[in-house]
Every structure is written in C-alpha cells, then in structure tokens.
C-alpha cells in the first residue's frame, strides 16, 4: 500500500498503471482524505441509526406508519436543469468497467445512463480503476472509440456505491474508506467542474436510502462539494432510489432533506421486496411466495408504492420513474417472431408504468432502445407527466406491506437457487451482471432470490406441486447439486470454473442457513477473504486479508 500523508491507498493492477497515476493525483487523494475527515463520522454514525432501528423492528416496536414532517409544508424541489426535464429513458446496470459496453451506451438514443458503481458492477480494485479512468477520460472526450463531446452524449447518471459497502484498498487515518465516499470524491475532483460548465452534471443516483437522515448527509455533502470545487450552488443533483421498505414511508422527507439537489424518487421492485424480508423477514405475515408466479406490479404493494411515489415526486415538482426492463432480445437470424414477442411484453408492462404517470424508466438491452422510444413517442408527447398527480386516498401505511397470497413452487425454488447461485459465481468472476433464460440478472434479482430462499427455510413454507413437502436446508441442498452437476456437463468445464461456482455453493448455503438475515449480499461477498484473494493475488496486491 502506498501512503501519502493520511491516505494509505493500494497500488496499481497490472495494466493499469497509467490509468491509476492519472486518477489517483496528489489533489484527488487531498480532496478524498479532506473529504472523509469531513464526514467520516457522521457515516458512522447514520450506519449505527441502521443498527439501532434494526433492533427497534426486531423487537417489535415498529409499525407501519407515515411519518413526513415536511408533509403539511408549502415546497418544491428546485427547478431541474434542461437537460433532467426528460428522463423516459435510461440504460441500466453499465459498468464503466465493461469499456466495450460503455462506449456503445454513449451513442445510444437515450437520456441517461446509469453509469454503476453499485449493483452492475463488481468492484474488483482493477474494475474500480479502470471504471473512475473511462468516466474521466469520457467527460473530457478522450476515451478511445466514445464520442469527443460530452455533450452530444446521453446524461451520466452515476451510481456511486451505497453506505453498505467499503473500500477496502484506501485507508485515511487508519480507517478503511467507506465505498460511496471513495467513489465520489475520485469522481467529483476529476470531472465535476467541467460536467458543471457543461450543464451535464454532476448528476447521481443514490442507492439503498433507509431513512430522510442519510439523504441530509449526502445534501452536505453535495453543498461542501460545490464549495469546496467552486461550482455552481445546487449544481449536483440525484435521484434517490426509493427500493427500501422504510424510506418507502417517509418518501416526502427524503425528498424535502435534499430538495435543492432533488431530480426525483425512483421504484425498484425487487429491492423493495427483498428489504421486506431484510426488515420483517422472522414474521410468517411478511412471507413472500414464489415472485415469478405470484408478485408483480398489479399487486396492490407494490401498485401502491408506485403510486405513492408518483404522487410525492409530481406534487412536488420533481421525476418519478420506474425500474429496469431486464429482458434480452435473442441473438442470431431467424429469431424475428421470438424477438417482437419479447419487445411486446416489455412495452406492455411499461405501457402500465407509463399510464401510472412515471416520467421514466430503465431498459438493458440497446437493441430494445428504439421500440421504447417509439412507446413513450405515442404515449407521451411532453418532457414528462409531472402534471398528472394519481388519486391516493385509498393508500394505507398496511397496504405498503400488504403480501400476496400464493405459495412455493419447485420451479421458483429452482430459479432463485440458480439466480442466486450464478450471481455469486460470476461476482467471483468480476462481473456484478449474467445473463440467465433471456434476462439480465444483477444483485437486485439476486437479493430477492436468496432472501426468498432464507425465508423459505425459516418458515418451513409448503411446497404447492409437491403435497406434504416444505422448503428445508436438505432439500435446497439437494437442488443445488443438481443445477452443479448439469452445469458440470454443459458450460463449467474447466477446473477453476468448477472449483469457483463449487465455491459460490458453500458461500450461498452459508448466506441462506444464517440464524440472522445477511443485510446485503453484496457487502457480504465484498467483505469475503475467497472474493479479495481472488481479484488482489494475480495483481501482486497486499489487501487480500
């Protein structure tokens, strides 16, 4: 690990020195120290908010219940720069680090892309360098193969990590980094005046929101950000990803704490329901059956949340938008009914977004760009719907937490044990995204599965096509080595293959025989000896403890 002052920061992946010695200078590494220094404590101290109102819930004490402040208050969020007025479109889960990917967003007839730090992207030490070096060089229109001008490009929305995730090769004062400090402060000093002379940012997505408090920190961070850059004031904006069940009922407050930096409030279905469990999981009430057969968003808890959400942000004068269409289109000639099936399921399930009166959502698959943009060209002529309010007086604070009814299947079992399974393996591989029957899969799909699977477990949940039979440790045991052994005879063949996805089998029967819920998959991958070992020692790196 190289010091310099305060800062102990690790040293470069192989291939990547270059690229390291331009985004790790002198001021960039001041500038993160200054900033950790800043509000390194009062992180942890949001995170000890976390624990503490965990043990509130596991003690009973918790009830659902609206609590805004800011409710009864006359406020809007500032007016939204030209270039956020329209945010239909996005491309979700682009890891900067996928270079060939990356560029081909840049010329995609989008607004936005979400350019991930977080859950589309495995933050390997080489991943985290080469992803801060191509936003860098794309800002100031030096990556190979992406357009010279910044401005010609789609918005970049970035994703920084979340508060549960850590920076384990950057030390200020002693003390590993927390991930989202990490990523912005790199981010910020490289690009943040000239994306603001632009009027192209900096804009961001916040991930994982619990709570109206940890949106304040990040709104001193944005002012002391903009102070200390010389930026515009409230020139920084984000959309705060509303996909945990208890910032779910303070939405308005999320919104208030960071009104002069606001973009809107974005839905994330999945995320959402695995917190359900993350929060109240111990609880047979809080039971989620099989979510491919029994949970979508004509269910009223997740339709409600949709709507409250809508209702917050357009009342407000601020974007609501929707989620990810992960769906893929099929490769090769031949495909054409096939694929017009695929884009017209994907515009049905968004024509009920849109009709809803979200401003806009997330698509994966670029080849998909076009029909969407023909969808929001019929149904919307407007920059956005922030006009239309829905009605949401029949709205409870139960209705949030309202499960649906339904049971588990062999199938759905099979699915999330295979979801979670492959996340694992290829978040070992480097990526934080696979492909998997036609659809993207990132940590939100795989959150959702090995929740499900806990749960599953834990309340012994009968099995609808198998009578007699429930979810126990065995027999999710015996299914994994199943998928194993078919994966063995078709795409794992080599020898390090099958000892990795042997590996994410151990790591997975750990996560879901837990006797307390693991948080967040992600944290507990990121934070594994297997994970750091892997990535650190072909690089020669010292943190693989």
Known sequence: ?????????????????QA??????????????????????QVEELLKCRLERNLSIRQGKWRP??????????????????????????????????????????????????????????????????????????????????????????VLMLRPRAFNMIEHHCMVNGKEVIGPLFDFAILM???????????VGPFFYLSKIEDPIETQLWNKIFTWTEHRLNLPKNSIKACVLIENILAAYQMEDVLYSLKEHAIGLNCGIWDYSASIIAKFGDHKDFLIPDRNKYVNMGQPFLRNYMQLLINVCHRRGALATGGMAAKLLPSGKGNGNLTQEII??????????????VDGFMVYDLRIVDSINELWNKKCSADNQIKLIPNVDHITASSLVKIPQGGVTLEGLNNNITVALLFIYHWYTGSGVFY?????????????????????????TPIEDKPGAVVTRSLVYSMLDAIISRAYKSWC???????????????????????????????FLNDSHKFRTLHNKNDGLESKL
């Open 493 to 523: 063949v080599s020898i390090p293959d099958r000892k990795r996805l042997l590996s994410s089998k151990f790591v997975l029967l750990e996560i879901i025989s837990a006797r307390n819920y693991i948080e967040y998959i992600t944290t």
């Open 1 to 17: 690990m190289v010091q310099h002052k305060n800062i102990g920061i690790e040293k470069s992946p192989h291939r990547l020195e």
């Open 65 to 154: 219940e609206f609590k805004n402040t800011s409710e009864d208050l006359e406020w809007k969020v500032e007016d939204l720069p030209v270039r956020l007025r329209n945010r239909k479109l996005d491309l979700g889960d682009v890891s900067p680090a996928n270079t060939a990917y990356f560029i081909d967003s840049l010329y995609a007839k989008v607004q936005g892309i979400q350019v991930d730090f977080d859950d589309g992207h495995c933050p390997t030490w080489r991943n985290t360098v080469q992803g801060l070096y191509n936003v860098t060089k794309v800002v100031h229109g030096a990556l190979p193969g992406a357009p010279a001008d910044i401005c010609s490009c789609p």
């Open 344 to 357: 017209e399921s994907v515009k049905l399930a968004k024509c009920v977004e849109i009709e809803t009166g």
């Open 20 to 41: 390291y010695d331009e985004i790790f200078t002198e001021g960039a590494l001041q500038f993160l120290q200054d900033l950790c220094i800043e509000f390194d404590h």
């Open 436 to 460: 998997l029957n036609g659809a993207v899969e990132d940590s939100a799909t795989a959150e959702i599965s090995r929740s499900q699977i806990w749960q599953w477990i834990r309340h012994k």
């Open 189 to 199: 000093f490289h690009n943040a005046k000239l994306m603001a002379d632009l009027g």
